[in-house]
């Protein structure tokens, strides 16, 4: 199957035994892929579920729905204090190949960026291609940013704000101590890991995570650039739920 073309396909879209497509699919399917009536490829909905399908002009019929596991057992939630420039792209596109289950963009104190609706636009395009291109059966969510502050009001018993420096324990050793632990990361649950900007987070901002339950980490002894961190937060998190 791995030689087959995937392509998201809105849930919608999906009825019991075709699929209909827009004209843009259609268009990628037969003039970009250069697939004919009868050709097979894979349907995604972006929510887990993958199912072979056949194009038949317009439409496609489904031929059978496939198991896929290429997701983490963890849900994964990256809170990051937005970088400067088109930075985050890249760690959209990194962490979704990672195993990102949700993006929660922030503006924090430092932050340089200024949003514009253009953007989470870009970022959700560049999340569902990336999931296409990693044999994702997720699409993760990229959520429209807000303030830090209000980022912390989730509800999550495992949470993580990385912190440059300061003697504070590696996320590797506190992932390891959570398996040891009675809550496995084999367990589904959520784990939330917050990155802070190209200036840091300021004090008061890890004060304020430390009282909503996040636990300051230490990604190592170097200092990592603000895109940098999450990919190693994200790799380290997914190879302590894989091994
Ligand atoms: N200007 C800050 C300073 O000098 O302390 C460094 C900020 S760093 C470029 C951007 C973010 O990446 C930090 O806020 C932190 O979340 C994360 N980060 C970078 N290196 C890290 C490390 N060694 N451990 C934990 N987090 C790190």
Known sequence: MAQLQRIAIASSQFHSQHITLTAEQHHYLCRVLRL???????AMDGMGKWWLAQLADTQANILQSLTVE??????????????KGNGFDEVVRCCTELGVTCFAPVVSDRTLLNPS????????RIAKEAAEQSERTTVPTVLEPVSFTSSLSSVN????ICEARGDYPHLLSCLQNQEDGESNLSSQKTIVIATGPEGGWTQTEIESAIQAGFQPVSLGRRILRAVTAPIVALSLVAAACEL
């Open 36 to 42: 004919q009536s009868g050709d097979r490829f894979i």
């Open 70 to 83: 290429t997701e983490l057992p963890v849900a994964l939630t990256l809170v990051i204090a937005l970088p």
């Open 117 to 124: 609706s253009q953007k989470l636009e870009r970022w959700r």
């Open 157 to 160: 018993n495992q949470k993580y």
